[in-house]
């Protein structure tokens, strides 16, 4: 496993990359060829993989404080450079909406405004429908920002994990370093404490050695006294 502090960095940009080739397939291919509901489709899968490249600019953010300064500058030129691409495609993808929004009603104004055989004037309930067509516009685009809104508030929570989960490595990292300094102490301990130890048998020994010389020579001063 790679434990290089660019590590979690070099795979979010990578993905994000792929990410925004995907997204510029289809608002570059895609969108331009496909009509009505096939075009909306293409753009929501667009939309939905923008808020995933969004995320993952987000997660870049995080990781890159924790790169040495020594190296921090290049991965600051390259978060840059996700973020002006990440803005370039959500601009580029807002277009779109509005003119596939703006083609679509003008394409229902023009299927309103033909007059039949029957009704020469056109249908009464025309503007019912036209009515009905733009609430159901307005409400496509309020869940839309819903929808938005949520996915803002799920990547604050991710980043505020991720945060809480950093702290918690340092913290065990910390006590890592801690208990390592402990079993250093305890080592030292030990041997000073073997030391003393040879130190007293040392001494014990001695010890016994001036005893045996100094009741040797007691036996010997009472034997001269007694037959001297």
């Given at each position: 496993?790679?434990?290089?502090?660019?590590?979690?960095?070099?795979?979010?940009?990578?993905?994000?990359?792929?990410?925004?080739?995907?997204?510029?397939?289809?608002?570059?291919?895609d969108t331009?060829?496909?009509?009505?509901e096939q075009r909306k489709a293409a753009l929501r899968r667009?939309?939905?993989?923008?808020?995933?490249?969004?995320?993952?600019?987000?997660?870049?953010?995080?990781?890159i404080q924790g790169i040495p300064q020594s190296i921090k500058p290049q991965y600051q030129t390259r978060l840059k450079a996700a973020k002006a691409d990440l803005t370039r495609f959500k601009k580029l993808s807002k277009d779109?909406?509005?003119?596939?929004?703006?083609?679509?009603?003008l394409a229902s104004s023009g299927r309103i405004g033909t007059p039949s055989s029957d009704e020469p004037y056109g249908s009464t309930s025309d503007r019912t429908r036209l009515l009905a067509?733009?609430?159901?516009?307005?409400d496509g685009t309020r869940r839309l920002q819903e929808s938005h809104r949520i996915a803002l508030e799920t990547?604050?929570?991710g980043a505020e994990i991720l945060l809480n989960l950093r702290a918690?490595?340092?913290?065990?990292?910390n006590a890592r370093d801690t208990l390592h300094t402990a079993d250093t102490s305890i080592d030292r301990a030990a041997g000073t404490l073997k030391k003393m130890i040879r130190r007293m048998k040392q001494q014990r020994v001695v010890t016994i050695a001036i005893i045996i010389v100094l009741v040797l020579l007691i036996g010997i001063i009472i034997y001269e006294k007694l037959f001297g």
């Open positions: 496993m790679d434990n290089s502090p660019t590590t979690l960095f070099d795979s979010y940009e990578q993905d994000f990359r792929q990410t925004i080739e995907s997204v510029r397939a289809k608002l570059d291919g331009k060829d496909e009509r009505g667009a939309d939905m993989e923008l808020e995933e490249a969004d995320e993952m600019v987000s997660q870049m953010e995080i990781e779109f909406h509005s003119q596939f929004s703006r083609t679509e009603l067509g733009t609430a159901t516009l307005e990547e604050d929570q918690q490595r340092e913290q065990i990292e």
